[in-house]
T-cell receptor
Framework: GAVVSQHPSRVICKSGTSVKIECRSLDFQATTMFWYRQFPKKSLMLMATSNEGSKATYEQGVEKDKFLINHASLTLSTLTVTSAHPEDSSFYIC?????????????FGPGTRLLVL | GNSVTQMEGPVTLSEEAFLTINCTYTATGYPSLFWYVQYPGEGLQLLLKATKADDKGSNKGFEATYRKETTSFHLEKGSVQVSDSAVYFCALSDQGGGNKLTFGTGTQLKVEL
């Protein structure tokens, strides 16, 4: 199957600093990627849809100035958590949309564990 | 709006037992339905999917049938193995898998010897 990677896999930072998380589709091009947040023992919450070459579309309640998304190429989207605070600690997961003929599937990265101290 | 409801876990079974994880949904239109699996320390993987009513998705011994009349997509496996221990997520998408996915809360499955 298709491979999506995330980097870093886990990061610890101080409150007030910014953290960048990368999401790469390794063997296909993805015009659309998605960023999710997963709370402990909870479901995945869609944060935003990242579109290559255009602005991301954020879900209701997600602060676009706090969670900056850049989709500069067909294989890379980045999520930057700006001025991170302890409540931003979470598991962030990206997915990449792959369209192959009539089949459309999302492939997920392994996730990034963020801990803000 | 769209929503997915899954049975709460954890579900603990002995190896070779029969598994059912219930999933029901609410959606406008005709969504596609998915089961994703998350093994410990790994990302979500697509387990199976169904794109229209009465379709049956199957993979690795798991099956789920798209039931429009009961708005359900229950996951079943006839004989579970220890290696099936994971968290299982039911999800729906309005248009194929490329558009936004709405997930259930996930059901943790533990299979013991």
């Amino acid at each position: 199957g298709a491979v999506v990677s995330q980097h870093p896999s886990r990061v610890i930072c101080k409150s007030g600093t910014s953290v960048k998380i990368e999401c790469r589709s390794l063997d296909f091009q993805a015009t659309t990627m998605f960023w999710y947040r997963q709370f402990p023992k909870k479901s995945l919450m869609l944060m935003a849809t990242s579109n290559e070459g255009s602005k991301a579309t954020y879900e209701q309640g997600v602060e676009k100035d706090k969670f900056l998304i850049n989709h500069a190429s067909l294989t890379l989207s980045t999520l930057t958590v700006t001025s991170a605070h302890p409540e931003d600690s979470s598991f962030y997961i990206c997915s990449a949309h792959r369209a192959s003929g009539s089949q459309e599937t999302q492939y997920f990265g392994p996730g990034t564990r963020l801990l803000v101290l | 709006g769209n929503s997915v409801t899954q049975m709460e876990g954890p579900v603990t079974l002995s190896e070779e037992a029969f598994l059912t994880i219930n999933c029901t949904y609410t959606a406008t239109g005709y969504p596609s339905l998915f089961w994703y699996v998350q093994y410990p320390g790994e990302g979500l993987q697509l387990l199976l999917k169904a794109t229209k009513a009465d379709d049956k998705g199957s993979n690795k011994g798991f099956e789920a049938t798209y039931r429009k009349e009961t708005t359900s997509f229950h996951l079943e496996k006839g004989s579970v193995q220890v290696s099936d221990s994971a968290v299982y997520f039911c999800a729906l998408s309005d248009q194929g898998g490329g558009n936004k996915l709405t997930f259930g809360t996930g059901t943790q499955l533990k299979v013991e010897l």
